[in-house]
Every structure is written in C-alpha cells, then in structure tokens.
C-alpha cells in the first residue's frame, strides 16, 4: 500500500455521513485489542475552543515532561495533521504503517457486522492505535461532534473537558444551551476528573447536575480558576493565571484573540487537573511561549495583512470581529466569506455588520456549501457595504487584497474549508469532503443527499 492508497481507504468511508452511537466504535476498538485503554486521557468538548485547549494542554503536559498524544479535528491541509505525538504529525510513512495495520481489522467488522465506521469513527480508531504505538504517556482528545454519542466517548477520560457551550449543530444536539450542555458534558464519567471553562449559567447548571449526579471532583472557571491579568503584547498576550493550585504570572501567549486567554487559563487548569498538583511554571512558561494554532486568528500575509480564521458559527464570528477590531490598527476591512448553507447565515453575517467594509462572498468545494450568490443576497439584506460573488476563492481573496490596499485587512472566514484552502499551504489539499471520495458511484446520490460533515 503506497500513501495515496492509504489516504484513499480512509476517504472512502466518508459516503457514510454521521451515524451517531457508540456500537461500531465498541465493535472495532474491541478487535484491535482496545488501544484506547492504554493511557491515561484528557477528552476535551465544547463548542469552540476544543482544538485550541487540546493543543495548549498538549503543549503543557510536553514541558512538564509527558510524551502526550493529540488528535483534533478537523485537519486544515493533510489527514496526517490530525494523528500528533509531540504535536508533530505523523509521517506520510507512518501513516501508510497505521493503514496497513487498521485495515485488515476494519474489514474483518465490516464482514461480521454488515456495516463499518463513519469516516470519522476510522480517524479516531487509527489514533488511538497509533497512540498505543508510539507508547504515550496520555492522549489528548478532541470530541468531533457533541459528546454523548461521539465516536470518542468509547474513551473513559481521566480528565474531561467542557470548553464552552452555544448554538450550533442544533440539529443533532438540541436547540438550547442546556441541551446541547447535556450532549457534550456527557464526556464526564464516574471518576472523571471535571474542567469546565466559562459558561452560561444555564448550561453551568447542567454541568453542575453531572458532576453531583457521579460524584465528580469538577473545577469551573471564574470559580476553582480565572486569568488575573492580560496584557496585550507584539503577537500575543502576556497572562498571569490563577490555577486550581498555584498562581502562574506573565505566561506569553504567541495567538491573537482575547479569548484565547479563557482557553490558556482551561489548558492550565486541565494540565492541574490531570496531574494533581501545581505546575512548574519554568516549564510552563516555555511551553506556552512556543504554542502555534493554525488557522484561528493566524496572520498569513502583510501589505495587506490577511487573518484566517476558522469562525463557523455565531459565537465564532463574534469573538473573531472582536479580535479583529482590538489587536490590529487597520482602517479598512474586506471579508471573504464562505460557510456551509446548514448554518445560521443570517446572524453570522449580521456579525460583521459595522466591522465589514466590503464583502467577498464566495464557496469551497464541498456539497453543504452555501453558493456565493446566496450568500450575497443575503449579506445585501443584512450589510450596508457593497457584497461581490465571487465563485473561487483564490480570486476572492485576491479582489479583497486589491480592494483594501496596502495598508488595509483582509479578513477570511466562515469556514474551516475555506481557511484550508487560502492559508500558505492551501495548495495542499484542504480538510477532508466527502465529495472527494475516489469512487463516487459507491453510493448512489439520493443515498448520501442528508449526509454531514460536521466539522466544518
């Protein structure tokens, strides 16, 4: 098996959609000898925030002298980007490795049980088999979609995570904060060991009745832990934290975005938590300083700047808009939006309202994608800017550049995809879709039309 091979079995399996339950997932991590059970685990939801909290952690624990293991989803350029050690990918080798070794498993259930795993119930079973390995110390865990019925919750997390709580993804997890709290803080099992970073008081509720309900030991931000200072700095923030057992001053924190310091002070608290104890904050000073996070806030290009951000939700918008406006001296901003047509267009445009100076709406490739004309009749309704269509998104950000100038910024936004194919690797092929799956005549159309990659 070479790698396009490998890359070509996983995608495959994409054709299944979102099948939420845990029975297939029991089912494999069974035949392969139940990998996942090997290491201790920090198993991270929320709904925003996941991916920047597990690669903190992941960071901390590093400097405090632990091999651990991360998976994340989405990946923004390659498959290998969501199976790290160290917080470095696997290698375009070690992955054909893994492949080889997970496939004869995955077929021999597909032959026993007459159906195999979703697209991402394969990723996570190759990370946890990978994570055995390469004999980690912990694995870090990123949830994919809400909790309770997530591929990852076969795990048992010695830690679990509640990032934060809001509206997305209603149509799997309810269409209220409590709901969808219930779905995600469902990570946290009898023993678990409870993080939670700032919520709404409904959704802290039901957070709250979990940790009652088994007896757990849980730390809520604002309560056990919170972020004493924050001071804005040259690519960053310096941050003093007060932990669950120690005060850690002037950590340097390299990403933009003033909510990035809530989920510095949950990685912290997170990294307390798994081991028992304050940290050495030598270590954890190093460790912070050196934290990337592709594709949130990442400044990919000057004269004009240009952020990409993986905003694609509401809340998401919010905060980008916010960071936007508070850490760049910029006159004028163009937007280059794209986002999937299941999400809350309007009120996601209504978020760059008074922040937009004109807007580039355009698409990536992939079946859930809102067209550029859709999105721009609505962004006319909502934004008294001038709204360009523009089908590819290259030449978007390309009109964008040459409408704001030199001195201006282009912002770009909406969706994961669309930040995968316009930040420096964009040439490498962006996040996974289903309809790249090499044999479209698998499925027949109207078989997969209510299909769902939720990680966009």
């Known amino acids: 098996m070479d790698h ?12 299944r959609g979102v099948k939420p339950g845990l029975e297939r997932m029991k089912g494999l991590v069974g035949l392969l000898g139940d990998p996942h059970e090997g290491y201790p685990v920090v198993h991270v939801a929320g709904t925003n925030g996941k991916t920047t909290v597990a690669r903190l952690t992941t960071a901390i624990l590093i400097g405090q002298g632990v091999n651990a293991g991360t998976f994340t989803s989405p990946h923004l350029h390659t498959l290998e980007d969501r199976f790290q050690v160290g917080l470095e990918p696997i290698t375009p080798d070690g992955f054909v490795a893994l492949v080889s070794e997970v496939q004869p ?17 394969l990723t996570a079973l190759l990370a946890f088999t990978h994570f055995t390995n390469e004999a980690v110390d912990a694995a870090v865990v990123e949830v994919g979609l809400g909790g309770r019925l997530d ?43 409870l993080v939670s970073g700032p919520l709404a008081p409904e959704a802290e509720a039901v957070v709250a009745s979990r940790a009652e309900e088994l007896g757990l030991l849980w730390f809520a931000a604002g309560r056990d832990f919170h972020v004493d200072d924050a001071r804005e700095a040259v690519g960053g923030w310096v941050v003093d934290v007060s932990g669950i057992h120690a005060t850690y001053p002037e950590l340097f924190l390299p990403l933009h975005g003033r909510h990035q310091i809530d989920n510095l002070a949950v990685a912290v608290a997170t990294a307390e938590a798994f081991f028992g104890r304050a940290l050495a904050h030598d270590d954890l000073l190093e460790a912070v300083a050196v934290v990337t996070n592709p594709g949130r806030l990442e400044v990919v290009g000057h004269d004009p700047l240009v ?20 850490e760049f001296a910029v006159d004028r901003w163009a937007v280059v939006f794209a986002a999937m047509a299941d999400k809350d267009l309007d009120t996601m445009i209504a978020g760059l309202d008074g922040f937009a100076d004109e807007v580039f709406t355009t ?13 721009a009749t609505r962004s006319r309704e909502v934004l008294p800017v001038p709204v360009t269509a523009v089908a590819d998104p290259h030449e978007a950000l390309a009109a964008a550049r040459a409408s704001v100038g030199p001195d201006g910024g282009v912002l770009v936004a909406g969706s994961l995809y669309l930040v995968g194919e316009l930040s420096p690797r964009g040439t490498v092929p962006a996040p996974y879709r289903p309809e790249d799956d090499p044999d ?17």
């Open 440 to 456: 479209p005549f698998a499925v027949e159309p109207d078989d997969h039309e209510d299909e769902l990659d939720p990680y966009s």
């Open 4 to 15: 396009d091979a490998a890359v070509a079995w996983v995608d495959a399996h994409a054709w």
């Open 307 to 326: 952020l990409v951000d993986g905003a694609h939700n509401v809340d998401g918008i919010d905060v980008t808009v916010l960071a936007a406006r508070e």
């Open 363 to 375: 698409s990536v490739d992939a079946h859930r994608s809102a067209t550029p004309e859709e999105l």
């Open 151 to 193: 591929a990852t919750n076969v795990l048992h997390g010695d830690v679990a995570v509640v990032t934060s709580i809001g509206l997305d993804h209603t149509e799997y997890l309810g269409d209220d904060l409590a709901s969808i709290a219930g779905e995600k803080v469902a990570i946290a099992k009898e023993g678990s060991v």
């Open 105 to 121: 498993i995955v077929d021999l259930y597909e032959d026993r049980a007459g159906e195999g795993p979703t697209y991402f119930e």
